[in-house]
């Protein structure tokens, strides 16, 4: 039985003459493709084609007719992206908000992380199950018993007036503040994780050799910690930023009818309005909105360590 295993497993490395190591990555690249490339040339493909009544809500691309093949573009969704000012104040302000919303994670996350980091080994596993023990509960919950903590009858303002702080209810359900209150919390794990990963690997000989030099701890951090943790400073932002640009659950919970995000609007074109094509070009739009300058970013790193050589 292992023998016939062994030699299933072996079958795609000897039929395509793949070396190990592409072997390895032949699996998640083989997954990336099927469930994350082709669904979205299939959204590409729905967003240049215009709106039906019937199942499915769209039109072909390309007809076949008598010989020849008709391919009919539809534009007009994207053409409508650019002159409706409520669609660019809504990619504006998902923008906005997401970009607060990853700062304050940054602001919070960055002494959690760096302090579990320099925790004792046994601290730091107690530590970190703290940080991802909200993953154990669904991320619906979760955003739900905020409502039942931020409303006007809510835990906090009954416990704030209870202890004579407030006299009257703080208006935060349905507001802005509720939305980033949700953000951060929802989020913060995936910062905290990849700025420890980098802080706990970091040469703590470096530090000494500044203290002995006479170096004072705030100036050992901004010249040592904080450069040696960049890559993980940007790799949680970029975690953190990517989804909350999307969100929808967070502003649809816990925001107001004037949050304008682009998640809400997508909801809304896709099952309110039914406009397939339209919610597929909003869609596209914004992965461009992400993917543009992520690569404009990924191109001056790849320059600058090039130069750094």
Not at 2 to 28: D, E, H, M, Q, Y
Not at 93 to 113: D, E
Not at 155 to 171: D, K, S, W, Y
Request: with cysteine; net charge neutral; charged share 10%.
């Amino acid at each position: 039985m292992k023998r016939l295993v062994s030699s299933l497993a072996a079958w795609p490395v000897r039929r395509f003459n793949l070396t190990g190591r592409t072997a390895v990555v032949a699996g998640p690249f083989t997954w990336l493709l099927l469930f994350f490339l082709v669904p979205f040339l299939l959204v590409v493909k729905i967003s240049f084609a215009d709106l039906q009544l019937g199942i499915p809500p769209y039109t072909e691309l390309a007809t076949y007719t008598d010989g020849v093949v008709h391919v009919a573009l539809d534009l007009s969704h994207y053409a409508f992206l650019l002159t409706d000012s409520l669609y660019f104040a809504t990619y504006v302000n998902s923008v906005v908000v997401a970009a607060i919303s990853t700062l304050l994670c940054l602001l919070i996350g960055y002494p959690m992380a760096y302090y579990i980091a320099r925790s004792s080994p046994a601290s730091r596993n107690l530590l970190m199950m703290a940080v991802m023990l909200p993953f154990w509960t669904s991320f619906l919950i979760r955003v739900y018993a905020w409502i039942g903590i931020l409303k006007n009858n809510g835990l906090l303002n009954n416990f704030l007036m209870a202890t004579g702080l407030i006299h009257t209810p703080v208006e935060l359900y349905h507001t802005n503040a509720a939305v980033y209150i949700g953000m951060v919390y929802s989020y913060l794990p995936f910062l905290v994780m990849p700025l420890y990963a980098h802080l706990v690997k970091m040469d703590m000989t470096l530090l000494e050799a500044a203290y002995d030099l006479g170096a004072k701890p705030w100036k050992a951090f901004w010249r040592i910690t904080l450069p040696l943790s960049k890559n993980g400073i940007i790799a949680g932002c970029l975690l953190v930023f990517i989804p909350a640009v999307g969100e929808y659950v967070i502003p649809e919970l816990l925001g107001g009818a004037n949050t304008l995000m682009i998640g809400r609007v997508m909801w809304n074109e896709f099952f309110d309005n039914a406009d397939w094509p339209m919610a597929s070009a909003v869609t596209c739009a914004m992965v461009l909105l992400l993917l543009v300058p992520m690569a404009f970013f990924q191109y001056s790193q790849a320059k600058a360590m090039e130069e750094g050589r």
